[in-house]
DNA sequence: GGACAGTACATGCGCATGCATTCAATGCAA
DNA sequence: TTGCATTGAATGCATGCGCATGTACTGTCC
């Protein structure tokens, strides 16, 4: 009645599935850990990542928000959000781009740094037990 | 100033980043191309493939809710609304479980069935697109 | 039998997301 | 300069999600 899958679509299929699991398992404690301790989503603390890494590499202390875009999985709205929310918990301060007037460019305040220093090592914590393991258990809590 | 990451630290978060990407360009592609030309979103569809998978293997045509869950990565009200959507678009029908009497049984109507066969090459496609290459660009239309 | 904890599913609610649209600023062309 | 397409970001809206709670049923212990 059903057609099979070829062992090549098995294979994606399989991989998917995997996938799935390990995705949903690393977001679902992600976001209810940090979001619990630290008052951030997980793709509110990727973006705290992003700003950090900007901050530390770059030289420049400001990033632009279509730079930041394409780094974070999130629609533009999504994104632009987002970024309200950081700035209403005063984590991260927007700012005109001088450049381009159209711009906007994030500055991480003192604030925002140490929430993100805060919250790391409870972040590579989720990511050990989800990830680390094979495959950690759905959502159990971590230690600390 | 910000401690830097142990080099197993660094390799999880690489990793992560890595399972967000693919997740993201799988997730968004099969969200969108499923949606536009079968009304189904992604975790529709892989309810409605185990469905097809425990009519098929079990003998049994008709899968429990609660058997249902742990397989897809949702939270129980979250199953809960998507079936009653599969419901009323005539993909599935839910009925009282006899044994069980809190339990709900669900059956894949035929236009359930048809509706899944007709959509698994595509999410076929979409999933080599993304994951088959190495990394598929974010959000492109697959050929058919 | 009756009380009570536990399980299976449904529902109210708030929130984050994506799409479509809007607004402002830029770049280019006539 | 004016006009127009393009780009960067904000916002209205609909939708799907998770959490907390509610409702119905089961099994156990007295």
Redesign the interface.
């Known amino acids: ?3 099979l ?1 070829s062992p ?2 098995a294979g ?2 399989a ?2 599935r995997d ?6 398992a ?1 977001a ?1 404690m992600l976001d209810r850990e940090l979001g619990d301790r630290f008052g951030l989503g997980m793709s509110e603390f990727e973006v705290l990542e992003r700003l ?1 890494e900007g901050c ?1 590499a770059g030289g420049g202390h400001a990033l632009r928000v279509s730079e930041l875009a394409p780094t974070v ?1 999130l629609s533009q709205s999504a994104l632009s959000r987002l970024i309200a929310r950081l700035e209403k918990a005063g984590l991260v301060t927007r700012a005109m781009c001088e450049k381009d007037r159209r711009g906007i460019v994030l500055t991480l305040t003192e604030a925002g ?1 140490e929430r993100y ?1 805060q919250a790391r090592p409870l972040h ?1 914590e989720v ?2 037990l989800t ?2 393991d094979g495959l950690g258990k759905p959502c159990e809590a971590p230690s600390g």
Chains 1, 2 share one sequence.
């Open positions: 009645m059903a057609e899958d090549a679509e994606l299929v991989q998917w996938l799935l699991a390990r995705h949903a690393a679902c950090v530390d999985h740094r220093e590579r990511l050990d990830l680390g």
